[in-house]
Nanobody, 117 residues
């Protein structure tokens, strides 16, 4: 089992920045993905960024958001810059373990990000 605790959400004006943090309760192999998803009201949860054997970003955040990991601290960060009102959502931390197995997904409780225009 893995418990994930997120922090760093809040209210920010358009064009501003926020940094989200997520701490896992145990170490995560670097080849397994840690990342961020978001869910806006009335919409499905969507991938924002993941970091594992490769790094992936949603097209909508490329060039504005940066994901990073500190494996020694079991932490993943999401630095968000040039925020837009459409970035408003609940942001969820995710750990996807596939090695050495079995495949497991863990989720944090979510942190609200609100971007005002």
């Amino acid at each position: 089992q893995v418990q994930l605790v997120e922090s760093g959400g809040g209210l920010v004006q358009a064009g501003g920045s926020l940094r989200l943090s997520c701490v896992a309760s145990r170490s995560i192999f670097s080849r397994n993905a840690m990342g961020w998803y978001r869910q806006a009201p009335g919409k499905q949860r969507e991938l924002v960024a993941t970091s594992g054997s490769s790094t992936n970003y949603a097209n909508s955040v490329k060039g504005r958001f940066t994901i990073s990991r500190d494996n020694a601290e079991n932490t993943v960060y999401l630095q968000m810059s040039s925020l837009k009102p459409e970035d408003t959502a609940v942001y969820y931390c995710n750990v996807h373990e596939s090695w050495p197995g079995p495949v497991m997904d863990y989720w944090g409780q979510g942190t609200q990000v609100t971007v005002s225009s």
